[in-house]
């Protein structure tokens, strides 16, 4: 699914509250006709630059450890839908599942691979909303530099953003030439 042609242009931050807005909508759409619970996958890609090959290629290894997850639990998936987007790629699927199980594999997931820093796996419940990793008694995310909470780095700018690109351009690049 991955497509040949890299594309390299910064995407604006209207286009990207756009993309969560659109991806927000479509979420509530599943929820409401599903009534089941949805993972929404998206990357974490800082900088400008949202679509490129090396992150489209990170999130077809994301795809395909998502689709392992659940096959080997024998969830049934009843919807899945990927885009490639301009301000990034997502993915969603509507599994017929308790949230709380399917957020700790999705944690647990994102903990083991090693490109799983990169995939934010969001899952979220018809009635209860978002299922976060606190309310399992997890973790918050680490920052990729420096080990405290990601969040935290982020909204005050404790990096260069070069630094963070770096470093996550040197993990993806570092998968892809393991073998």
Known sequence: MTTATPVQTGVSLEALLAAKESRAARQADWLTHYQQPIISLTLVTPGAVKNSLRYRNTMG???????QM??????QVLDRQVFWLPTGPEAMW???????EIKAHCAALEQ????GRLWD???ICPQAGHVGRL???SHMRRCLICDEP??????SRKHPLEQVVGC???MIDDWFIRD
Do not use: F, I, Y
Request: hydrophobic share 45%; with cysteine; net charge negative.
């Open 112 to 115: 083991s691979h090693p490109l």
């Open 150 to 155: 990601a969040h935290a780095c982020a909204r």
């Open 168 to 170: 996550v351009e040197k």
């Open 61 to 67: 290894v994301a795809l395909q450890m998502c689709d």
């Open 94 to 100: 509507c599994v017929a599942h308790q949230a709380p």
């Open 70 to 75: 659940l096959w080997q639990n024998g969830w």
């Open 121 to 123: 796996l969001d899952v």
């Open 135 to 137: 309310s399992l008694g």
